[in-house]
């Protein structure tokens, strides 16, 4: 089959509608727009969203203030109470092994230690980025905190 070959299937085109040519073409006199009104009248309709004076939808719903910070970066959290329940001490901690224990779910984000829990044992935190408070208990704990560039 060549691609000349090629036909629409039956009732697929529509012829297009003229209107105003006599009422034998069925679509005569008011030309499918009605009885009067505003908008049965020649020229441009009404604008997009006129409801006819009644407050628009537009106007009725509340306004987004501020603005989107483009350079935001999200963050991957993981709290300390979540790497002490799953290493022991000694071993080291990097957004691959966090993956490989299901503490996030992939490598997509940079990953971010908070402090929320204790450490027990020393650990060797690599991560892209720790709150003051989680570097202080990690090197507390005898562990290292080392920061990732992103």
């Not at 908008?39 to 409801?51: H, V």
């Not at 004076?53 to 987004?64: A, E, F, T, Y």
């Not at 910070?69 to 990097?94: C, Q």
């Not at 990953?111 to 202080?136: C, I, P």
């Amino acid at each position: 089959m060549l691609q000349n070959d090629l036909r629409q299937p039956a009732g697929a085109k529509h012829k297009r509608k003229r209107v105003g040519r006599g009422n034998a073409s069925g679509h005569g006199t008011y030309s499918g727009r009605g009885l009067k009104g505003q908008k049965a009248r020649s020229g441009p309709g009404l604008r997009i969203g006129f409801e006819g004076g009644q407050l628009p939808l537009i106007r009725r719903m509340s306004r987004k203030r501020g603005f989107t910070n483009i350079f935001r970066v999200e963050y991957a959290e993981v709290n300390l109470r979540s790497l002490a329940s799953r290493f022991p001490a000694g071993s080291e901690v990097t957004p691959e092994t966090l993956v490989q224990v299901g503490v996030i779910k992939n490598l997509k984000k940079p990953v971010k230690v908070l402090s929320q829990g204790d450490l027990e044992g020393a650990l060797t935190v690599r991560a892209h980025k720790f709150s003051a408070a989680a570097r202080q208990k990690i090197e507390a704990a005898g562990g290292k905190a080392e920061v990732i560039a992103t």
